[in-house]
Nanobody, 124 residues
């Protein structure tokens, strides 16, 4: 089991950038896929991006492709989400999660360990 703690959220102006981090504990972080998700008030949780165990294969939702970049550093047990060209509609609670196996998945149900979430607010 992987325990995850997300950080790096905050208030940013539209057009700005922000980098989220997710620190993991547990021996299996380096062997499982991880992903970033977000949930706005009154909306479902959506996947944003996912990356496989080694970091050489990633998935992006269409609405963040070209603006968000997922990465990981297994030596530091940490994953990242670099966000740029932020828009007010990007305002949400952002979550990191780990899957049970090595390859990335695009379905929320494939992720078994979840961080606590970090708030991102983009002002217009």
């Amino acid at each position: 089991q992987v325990q995850l703690v997300a950080s790096g959220g905050g208030l940013v102006q539209a057009g700005g950038s922000l980098r989220l981090s997710c620190a993991a504990s547990g021996r299996t972080f380096g062997s499982v896929a991880v992903g970033w998700f977000r949930q706005a008030p009154g909306k479902e949780r959506d996947i944003l991006a996912a990356i496989n165990w080694s970091g050489n294969s990633a998935y992006y939702a269409a609405f963040v492709k070209g603006r968000f970049t997922i990465s990981r550093d297994n030596s530091k047990n940490t994953m990242y989400l670099q966000m740029s060209s932020l828009r007010p509609e990007d305002t949400a609670v952002y979550y990191c999660a780990a899957a049970a196996d090595a390859n990335w998945h695009s379905r929320l149900s494939d992720y078994t360990s979840w961080g606590q979430g970090t708030q991102v607010t983009v002002s217009s």
